[in-house]
């Protein structure tokens, strides 16, 4: 699942009539990098929430993805002929976006038991969305695994601990504790947003809106949330600064 509903009030005024995913970054749009990382992968379908200015994003992208350049190198799958896209609009019905929990439960019903997340308003082109990780985390006791990244100028503080054995911690920002930044990017199984522990049927019918941190510092208080320390490079394109930087 890809996560494209957000309005982008940081990024205004380029995202008073764009839909911040679609905004380009190196001659594609944000949206374009996840993808193409899934597609080397060998995923053969992705959910894309939609919020803000989201009927814009699906007559952009369509119903396949399938760069017409070179540089995607496909593993051998049945996604020859590119992603398979499906769409939760949460702008229908629910007016506006649901948070990142919220949409996730929204567009439940349409992922498998086992899924990627990521946001598309962030730049990680060289990320491995590794089918060998995608199995480990699957045959594993845990419900998430994320990947942080070393803390931006923009959070300092960082989010999570992460432990010598590879968990998420949910620690307070003192100065004793090193903590990481949330990329998020993550897998997760279906039980971590299951209504015995969210409280939400899937599908969210209700349209309620859900953060997805307090879900997550739950679940690491329980022990279920493993993490990995990403260090390619990674950008939170959230402000107009961000993106000329990218671009220069």
């Known amino acids: 699942m890809l996560l494209a509903a957000g309005r982008g009030e940081r990024m205004r005024p380029l995202t008073d009539h764009c839909p911040k995913p679609l ?3 190196r001659g594609h749009t944000l949206l374009s990098y996840p993808l193409r990382g899934l597609l080397r992968a060998g995923v053969g379908s992705v959910v894309i929430n939609t919020g803000w200015l989201g009927d814009q994003i699906e007559p952009a992208l369509g119903h396949r993805f399938l760069p017409v350049d070179s540089a995607v ?5 049945p996604v020859g002929n590119g992603l398979q896209l499906h769409y939760s609009h949460e702008g229908r019905g629910a007016g506006e976006a649901l948070e990142t929990a919220g949409g996730i439960l929204r567009a439940l019903p349409l992922l498998r038991d086992v899924f990627w997340v990521a ?3 962030v730049f990680a082109p060289e990320f491995d969305f590794s089918p060998a990780m995608y199995e480990r985390f ?3 006791n845990a419900l998430a695994h994320i990947w942080l990244v070393p803390n931006p100028e ?3 503080q960082g989010d999570f601990g992460l432990s010598a054995k590879g968990l998420a911690l949910n620690l307070p920002r003192l100065l004793e504790h090193e903590l990481f930044t949330f990329s998020t990017i993550a897998l997760y199984k279906k039980v971590f947003f299951s209504e015995a522990r969210c409280g939400i049927p899937a599908g969210n019918p209700q349209s309620v809106k859900v953060p997805l941190a307090p879900l997550l ?3 690491m208080d329980e022990g279920l949330v493993t993490a990995s320390l990403y260090q390619g490079l990674w ?5 107009p600064e961000r993106l000329a930087q990218l671009n220069t």
């Open 154 to 156: 923009h959070n300092p």
């Open 23 to 25: 905004l380009t970054v």
């Open 217 to 219: 510092r739950r679940a």
């Open 73 to 77: 190198e496909t593993t051998p799958s």
């Open 138 to 140: 699957s045959a594993s």
């Open 235 to 239: 950008v939170d394109v959230g402000t």
């Open 119 to 121: 946001a598309g308003d």
